[in-house]
């Protein structure tokens, strides 16, 4: 589809509800193209994802309500309501942030606010990218792991398992320091029953029962969730859609380092395209869908340079948060003066 077609695609009327929707209509200040168009990854078989935003009423505003986001899984489309897309765009979500770094010709509707937006888009520019892009990043890369060769090694498998213990669990040893420094520790180590499993040691006393079952409860939720890839992986490869996965974690990576490196926010990967669709198309896996050393190489070189350019970028730590509050109330001032 070309431009032109999407925009005539937006008209018809199964896209009625952008026009229609209580909380979407004239209080849309963004619309723009998501997933494989935005990322300029598409093929002859791709689906139109659009992304927006809208404007809180000044009713919400006033009473603190919020509708969040209005999706349309016919379309495949979001668009977030002001304050959540705030919220996100704090915390760098990968999702969210590549909706202010499109091409001009990829807004499909740009308003007042919306525009505002976009210039003030290096606000939300801070050192979480590394952890919200590299994040992602590494869930797709213990996806194809796991769903791959290499899972039927069963010690990688738990050096998998722990490192997406400690890198998603943010803080998690940090809620033991209060009790003893290195009141906890998870390591891998023979088992009679699997070979090998990630075993915890715990050292503390007088440690809260309702704090011990949430962490019980987090970790668990984990594991699970992690069992469950490989189930998900197993139709992943059956359907052959492995290689989408192993595109979008190259894709990650590219933009976290437009962001540390140069400030800026940029979707569309046209110089990574070549190297994106070539990885779409099978060149680092096989008939079976199960990837290449030199794949999984190229995947810990960039996970390398991901923490190097955390560690060496100029970006705050933290994004402007008076810059953002001021903008916010810019914004929700204009409303209430013009809508009430």
Known sequence: MTINDIKAELKTEKYDFLRNHKSLGRNMILLGLG????YGTNNENSDLDVRGAALNSGRDILLK???EQVTDTATDTTVYSFDKLITLLVNCNPNTIELLGLKPEHYLYVGKAGRQLLDNREIFLSQRAAHSFGGYANQQLRRLENGSARSQD???????????????TDNFMGKFAKYHQNAVSMYIDKSERMGEEIYVDFDFKRYPLRDFNMILAETSAIEREYSKLGMRNSKAIEHGKL???AMHLVRLYYMAFDILERRKIVTYREEEHDLLMSIRNGAF????NLFSDEFYEMADGLEKRLEYAEKNTDLPKEPDYKRIE????SVNREILKERG
């Open 35 to 38: 997933g494989s168009y935005a």
């Open 326 to 329: 001021d903008f916010v109330v």
């Open 243 to 245: 290689e989408k996965h």
């Open 285 to 288: 896996s096989n008939e079976r």
């Open 154 to 168: 069963q010690h990688l498998r738990e050096q998998h398992l722990l490192k997406v213990l400690n890198g998603v």
């Open 65 to 67: 309500k919020d509708f």
